[in-house]
């Protein structure tokens, strides 16, 4: 079946560190898309791909950074500069910009 | 800056009922408008859309009207089902632009 894998499902970071959130994606969709989930918000984007080895920021892109080397993969870094990384992280992809997203499972990373 | 507001956070109907999710936009620019469903530990679904050109589109028990002037748009689950028990978000965007903005989400609860 195809779909978008997220892992790990659960994650914890120490203060200065920095980690790596996993999002492969088998649905050979061109887009993929990072959002953060906060109690009481809706979903905030943070970094989007249109094709291969091209990625915008989205409206909380600092203190994250992307990578899109390959289709499948849109791998999420948080780094230190992140100073309130505890939240629900979601990715997902879509055929192309302006179609329904498809989402993984999500992330939650909390702080040690 | 909420775009996209749904201002109930839950909602509870008995089963068999009608169950009417409510959202509000605010950018005029908004033509696409996208329903999710959410269950616990999992990544949302996308269940049914519209774009600005319809005022209704109906797929099986649910139902999406718009209302442009009113710059409103609602989700009716008819009947109500205990699997409809979820969270449902809204979302809206530019039809040709990735900046798709979702609402904070209605917590629905259909009791048997």
């Known amino acids: 079946d195809g779909g978008i894998t997220q892992s790990p499902k659960y994650l914890f970071r120490k203060e200065g560190q920095n980690v790596t959130l996993s999002c492969e994606q088998n649905l050979n969709h061109d887009a993929m898309y990072w959002y953060r989930q906060d109690p009481g918000q809706g979903l905030r984007l943070i970094y989007y791909?249109?094709?291969?080895?091209?990625?915008q920021k989205g409206d909380i892109a600092e203190g994250y950074s992307v990578s899109r080397e390959k289709k499948e993969s849109f791998p999420l870094t948080v780094t230190s500069a992140q100073k309130n990384p505890t939240a629900f992280y979601l990715c997902?992809?879509?055929?192309?910009?302006?179609?329904?997203?498809?989402f993984g499972d999500g992330t939650r990373l909390s702080i040690l | 800056d909420q775009q996209v507001k749904q201002n109930s956070p839950s909602l509870s109907v008995q089963e068999g009922r009608i169950s009417i999710l409510n959202c509000d936009y605010t950018n005029s620019m908004f033509d696409y408008f996208l329903w999710y469903k959410k269950y616990p530990a999992e990544g949302p679904t996308f269940l049914i859309s519209i774009s600005s050109i319809k005022d209704k589109n109906e797929d099986g028990r649910f139902t999406v009207f718009l209302n442009k002037s009113a710059k409103h748009l609602s989700l009716h689950i008819v009947p109500s089902q205990p699997g409809d028990s979820a969270v449902y978000f809204c979302a809206a965007s530019p039809d040709n632009n990735n900046d798709m903005r979702f609402g904070a989400g209605t917590r629905l609860t259909v009791k048997p």
């Open positions: 997902a992809s879509s055929i192309q910009r302006g179609q329904p997203q498809h």
């Open positions: 791909s249109q094709i291969v080895n091209d990625f």
